[in-house]
């Protein structure tokens, strides 16, 4: 099948060096390996991950040069020779999500564990991503976006709201129960306050500022506790829940290190404390005695596999979620990551690409 015509070149944001600087720049276009497809980004969300990946946060070292970027939704232009329809279709509305590839037959793909894969490759860390026109990705691992569904508002679903997702699944919280989400404001957080409320879950939203208190208790937070002017959040957040014994749950998508060291405190005798945001050089902590005495739960959750990305789409496809976004271009990138950095983002920035309606 012949499918559209695909430039030798394209629009991207590059940088050479962990730090940086980002040069918006021409690069070539890739062609996709025998079991990849080349996807044309239309859009695609920012998620803080890609500001670590610049920073050099974490103790695995990105490729570079690096395009980074993994919330890309857009179009399958080409694919490799053993892609079939029934994998991937030219012309598809497909996700480029964090996870690029994995092996698929390493005990932890065998069991469904694909994020676990002993050889990944990441967009936007160990390869390039969707901060660019045309993006490659493994056709097994691309997810498929239902008809109908808008690509820029559902860019951040292919991240952000996959691992919420995931990590409210795996916090067990049954409907009825209250879950705390920490950094309820954030691109993550604004989308665990709607997929608890659409799993049928009270959220507490804790995060700082009127603009993501309105914002969490818009989308359904029954709470809201800002970590900047609280004197006690323990305590506050106890009294949040009905019977004052804490949330069955929590969610912690935070990115500064101390809301690690807390949520075992206040997370109900029985709950789960659920570890997802990655801040730079962080431990979580929590206490010995009251732990045992509690019999609490500490698990961390990361991103989702093939049948949690399906599951998770189809709730936005459902209309049960809508993301609170912000279009920008491509070529606007830095203005999004100082924002980040200034903790002033409410929801998500989407970037548009040069050839995106
Ligand atoms: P974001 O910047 O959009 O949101 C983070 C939020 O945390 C902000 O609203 C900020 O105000 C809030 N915050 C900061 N300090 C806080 C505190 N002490 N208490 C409560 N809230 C606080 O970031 P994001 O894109 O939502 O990503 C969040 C984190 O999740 C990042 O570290 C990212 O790398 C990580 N992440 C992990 C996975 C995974 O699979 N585990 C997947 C995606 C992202
Ligand atoms: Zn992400």
């Given at each position: 099948m012949s499918g559209p015509k695909i430039p030798t070149e394209q629009w991207a944001q590059v940088i050479d060096k962990v730090g940086g600087p980002l040069q918006y720049k021409k690069i070539p276009v890739a062609k996709p390996g025998p079991e990849e497809v080349l996807v044309n980004i239309k859009y695609s969300g920012v998620c803080h991950t890609d500001l670590h990946a610049v920073n050099g946060d974490w103790p695995i070292p990105t490729k570079l040069p690096l395009v980074g970027g993994h919330e890309g939704a857009g179009i399958v232009v080409a694919r490799g020779e053993l892609v079939t329809d029934d994998i991937c279709k030219i012309g598809e509305a497909v996700g480029v999500k964090w996870?690029?590839?994995?092996?698929?037959?390493c005990t932890f793909c065998q069991q469904a564990d694909e994020p676990l894969c002993l050889t990944p490759k990441l967009s936007g860390y160990t390869v390039d991503g969707s901060f660019q026109q045309y993006a490659i990705a493994s056709a097994r691992h691309v997810a498929h976006i239902p008809e109908g569904v808008p690509l820029d508002e559902v860019s951040p679903v292919l991240c952000a709201g996959i691992t919420v997702y995931k990590g409210l699944k795996e916090s067990g919280a049954k409907p009825g129960q209250t879950v705390a989400i920490v950094g309820a404001g954030g691109g993550l957080g604004s989308l665990a306050v709607q997929y608890a409320k659409a799993m049928g879950l009270h959220s507490i939203g804790i995060d700082s500022g009127e603009e993501k208190k309105a914002l969490a208790t818009k989308l359904g937070a029954s709470a809201f506790i800002d970590f900047a002017t609280s004197s006690d959040i323990v305590k506050d957040v106890k009294a949040a829940t009905k019977d004052g014994l804490g949330p069955h749950a929590v969610i912690l998508v935070a990115v500064n290190e101390k809301p690690f060291q807390q949520a075992a405190e206040y997370v109900r005798p029985r709950g789960t404390v659920i570890v997802i945001g990655l801040p730079a050089k962080a431990y979580i902590r929590a206490p010995v005695f009251e732990s045992v005495l509690k019999m609490i739960r500490i698990q961390a959750s990361y991103v989702g596999n093939r049948q949690d990305s399906e599951e998770a789409l189809d709730f936005f496809a459902r209309g049960l979620i809508k993301v609170p976004f912000k279009t920008v271009d491509l070529k606007d990138l830095p203005k999004v990551y100082e924002l980040m950095h200034a903790g002033q983002i409410a929801g998500r920035y989407v970037l548009k690409m040069p050839d995106a309606e």
């Open positions: 996870l690029n590839d994995s092996c698929l037959s």
